[in-house]
T-cell receptor, first 112, second 118 residues
């Protein structure tokens, strides 16, 4: 069964600190992996998309890594800001029909 | 562009009533997606259209749910009859896909419709 597991479920950090969110998946065959940021009361916004051949991709203070061998991805946030408080969702495309497989998200709270 | 537009933003209805959610995708996009999000189940894909044609509706929960895309600029998701367990936030997203694969193209989400069925 194609699954996407995210950890931790929730995280609280101080403003200015770094943090790393994890995404492990069992989806096969693999097409691509995306990280979305979802602010409260809004729709998800795409942060990064990575294919099999890409190991890392950055979008400002967000850096995503992908290890296709171990089927793991991480999202690193550098110098966190209050506006980073949101839910971060990992989505893996692949499997039969290249379906979209969703993680349940990590809820991040950045405090002053 | 105004982005993906959804209406209404909030809907409260009673069990058994018909509910229609509306979506206007970004102009020029060829793919449209309907999602449902709840605390328990997270984000779930309900149905996916490519060039106005339903490609994958395997996520539609049951026959009470139906979706149409009569043209490239409009789609509806209908629930009839509605039940309390249908309460969720429903998102519409659109993308410019390079094929019919679900994973191609960046998806742009609308603000969502928060549905409450009493």
């Amino acid at each position: 069964k194609n699954q996407v597991e995210q950890s931790p479920q929730s995280l609280i950090i101080l403003e200015g600190k770094n943090c790393t969110l994890q995404c492990n998946y069992t989806v096969s065959p693999f097409s691509n992996l995306r990280w979305y940021k979802q602010d409260t009361g809004r729709g998800p916004v795409s942060l990064t998309i990575m294919t099999f051949s890409e190991n890392t991709k950055s979008n400002g203070r967000y850096t995503a890594t992908l290890d296709a061998d171990t089927k793991q991805s991480s999202l690193h946030i550098t110098a966190s800001q209050l506006s980073d408080s949101a839910s971060y969702i990992c989505v893996v495309s692949g499997g039969s029909g290249y379906a979209l497989n969703f993680g349940k998200g990590t809820s991040l709270l950045v405090t002053p | 562009d105004a982005g993906v537009i959804q209406s209404p933003r909030h809907e409260v209805t009673e069990m058994g009533q018909e509910v229609t959610l509306r979506c206007k995708p970004i102009s020029g996009h060829n793919s449209l997606f309907w999602y449902r999000q709840t605390m328990m189940r997270g984000l779930e894909l309900l149905i996916y259209f490519n060039n106005n044609v339903p490609i994958d509706d395997s996520g539609m929960p049951e026959d009470r749910f139906s979706a149409k895309m009569p043209n490239a600029s409009f789609s509806t998701l209908k629930i009839q009859p509605s039940e309390p367990r249908d309460s969720a936030v429903y998102f519409c997203a659109s993308s410019l896909a390079q094929g019919t694969g679900l994973g191609s193209g960046t998806q742009y989400f609308g603000p969502g419709t928060r549905l409450t069925v009493l």
